[in-house]
């Protein structure tokens, strides 16, 4: 299995981005896709996951600014990040696995498949 994410950048504050994380090697509609992501220092905080049945969930402080979605045909999940502020600053991985149950999309632990990480940079 093979996550390949993409996206970042360098943007202002109130701008937008979308991330995307191209999988490979797995079967692609049968697994839960999490973001995450890590700033210097910090622990690796959840962002955002959805489920094979394409239910969503989202970090409290991302709720109405951030959508994550699935295209299945394209093996794809997509983050679409807007009204960033600097504090959503941080490398953002996309993550997969199977068998994440309800009560464990938000534990990056429940994820055995990572990407290699995108740059987010927002800037005031």
């Known amino acids: 299995v093979q996550l390949q994410a993409c996206g970042g950048g360098l943007v202002q504050a109130g701008g937008s981005l979308r991330l995307s994380c191209v999988a490979s090697?797995?079967?692609?509609?049968?697994?839960?896709l999490g973001w995450f992501r890590r700033t210097p220092g910090n622990e690796r905080e959840f962002v955002a996951a959805?489920?094979?049945?394409?239910?969503?969930h989202y970090a409290d402080s991302m709720k109405g600014r951030f959508t994550i979605s699935r295209d299945n045909a394209k093996n794809t999940v997509y983050l679409q990040m807007n009204s960033l502020k600097p504090e959503d600053t941080a490398m953002y991985y996309c993550?997969?696995?199977?068998?994440?149950?309800?009560?464990?999309?938000?534990?990056?632990?429940?994820?055995?498949?990572w990407g290699q990480g995108t740059q987010v940079t927002v800037s005031s």
């Open positions: 993550a997969a696995d199977q068998g994440v149950i309800l009560s464990s999309v938000r534990r990056g632990d429940a994820y055995a498949y």
């Open positions: 090697g797995l079967t692609f509609s049968r697994y839960t």
């Open positions: 959805i489920r094979y049945s394409g239910s969503t």
